[in-house]
């Protein structure tokens, strides 16, 4: 554990991150909408196949919305470079992310990424640092998507200098990503399984932390087996907006939240709780074998499928 007394605010929002590129082809779009559950059950799903597959050509497939998180993948190593920032790496924890998406993804392209902190918050055993990643078409300039990035940093808090925790936001009056999961009964409900490999097919897509794939890191950590990432889960839960609100639309989804609550071990049965609410689909994500939540959050609509 890293001493706290050393943390330095001012230094860690102000900096100024490189701007990285990200590039990308049909394979790694089709390959990301596999290790999502894409035409897991039914390889003839006529909602699903375009996201692999397209009679006029790979170049022509669609790309799922959550893709877009992938351009924040390398975050936590952005994180480590932050000067007057002091935590444990093993102790970080990936707690929320939010996505809003301006247009269509294109099956490939270059991609122009712009890193800032966005949120820096003294929970005082820990500390909850938050990065918006902005991305471009590096060719043409124009804004695809937005990422935002919470992390909880256990052990790294304590270092505000008053009696009131340090608490900084770049949108501190932003109440639009406030939710609760209704006691109603949902709109839709919407049973998938992951596969016990779903971690190892995910992971190609970049994300190699050992958590997802070597039994040994994941039993130092606390767990019986290698678990599922995060924003693995976050697919399968937007993959079942689509399907079930959006009647397999992917292009009304505007933006997404998920807020990570539990681990999800490869193998298990996630179930989609979705309610709507006007343009919102709130949801929850169980796992079946424990039935207890893992993930929820919402997605915003740019307008509703007219088969609703």
Sequence with gaps: ???????????????????????????DTALYALGVGACLRDALDDKELKYVYHQDGQQSIQVLPTFAALFSLGITSKIAQLPGMVYDPRLLLHGQQYIEIYKPLPSSGCIQNKVSVSGLHDKGKATILECEIVSYEKDTGELLCMNRSAVYLRGAGGFSKSSLPYSYSKYPSNQNLAFKIPKSQPFAVFEDCTQPSQALLYRLSGDYNPLHSDPMVAEIAGFSRPILHGLCTLGFAVRAIIRCICRGDQNLIKSISGRFLLHVYPGETLITEMWLEGLRVVYQLKVKERNRAVLSGFADLSHLSSSL
């Design 1 to 27: 554990m890293g001493d706290s007394s050393v943390i330095d605010p001012a230094a860690i929002i102000s900096h100024k991150f490189p701007e990285t590129t990200y590039t990308y082809n049909e394979r």
